[in-house]
Antibody, heavy 121, light 111 residues
Framework: EVQLVESGGGLVQPGGSLRLSCAAS????????MNWVRQAPEKGPEWVAN????????YYVGSVKGRFTISRDNAKDSLYLQMNSLTAEDTAVYYC??????????????WGQGTLVTVSS | DIVMTQSPLSLAVTPGEPASISCRSS???????????LDWYLQKPGQSPQLLIY???NRASGVPDRFSGSGSGTDFTLKISRVEAEDVGVYYC????????FGQGTKVEIK
């Protein structure tokens, strides 16, 4: 069974930093693109960033470029999101999400249950 | 970025009646592998989004067969054959062809 478990959320002051983690199990982590998606209160979901299976390519939504860094450790089946210079607009539930395809083919994606990040003084 | 446009944005349905939500993408979501890279999610009040349909028309495990997804390229439809009270919430289409983007959401309520 595929499982994605996020951790590291919490309350942080504006300008502060936070590092989110996602522990993956139930699939070969190193075979898939991985993503972070967030959902601000009363808003729709928004894709934040993704990373290639080998970590060689990373992409970000414009609003977080230069502030957030996605990374992964395939030996630990773990995904990370380092968030710096946080603002109130970054307040959201952050979800870890698996991509759809590996070398064998494509199937459904998976999301974790999310971790809440609140940026407030 | 691929822009996703849903319609309608709200829908009130009588239990037992059908419902349909449309989703249009600004670029084709059909890849050479034959898959349409579009999913449908339902977010029930107070819950995380749950997957209903993946890659255009594949029902996720555990999803009732009253839900179906169709379409190809840039035009997609989610149909509920007979709406039940538990189907209330916000429905999102989501393209996973490139950097993922979402439709605005369609709020479904029961009459």
């Amino acid at each position: 069974e595929v499982q994605l478990v996020e951790s590291g959320g919490g309350l942080v002051q504006p300008g502060g930093s936070l590092r989110l983690s996602c522990a993956a199990s139930g699939f070969t982590f190193g075979d898939y693109w991985m993503n972070w998606v967030r959902q601000a209160p009363e808003k729709g979901p928004e894709w934040v960033a993704n990373i290639k299976p080998d970590g060689s390519e990373k992409y970000y939504v414009g609003s977080v470029k230069g502030r957030f860094t996605i990374s992964r450790d395939n030996a630990k089946d773990s995904l990370y999101l380092q968030m710096n210079s946080l603002t109130a607009e970054d307040t959201a539930v952050y979800y870890c999400a698996r991509g759809y395809c590996n070398t064998a083919g494509c199937s459904r994606g998976y999301w974790g249950q999310g971790t809440l990040v609140t940026v407030s003084s | 970025d691929i822009v996703m446009t849903q319609s309608p944005l709200s829908l009130a349905v009588t239990p037992g009646e059908p419902a349909s939500i449309s989703c249009r993408s600004s670029q084709s979501l059909l890849r050479s592998d034959g898959h349409n890279y579009l999913d449908w999610y339902l977010q029930k009040p107070g819950q995380s989004p749950q997957l209903l349909i993946y890659l255009g028309s594949n029902r996720a495990s555990g999803v009732p067969d009253r839900f179906s997804g169709s379409g190809s390229g840039t035009d997609f439809t989610l149909k509920i054959s007979r709406v039940e009270a538990e189907d209330v919430g916000v429905y999102y289409c989501m393209q996973v062809q490139q950097a993922w983007t979402f439709g605005q959401g369609t709020k479904v309520e029961i009459k």
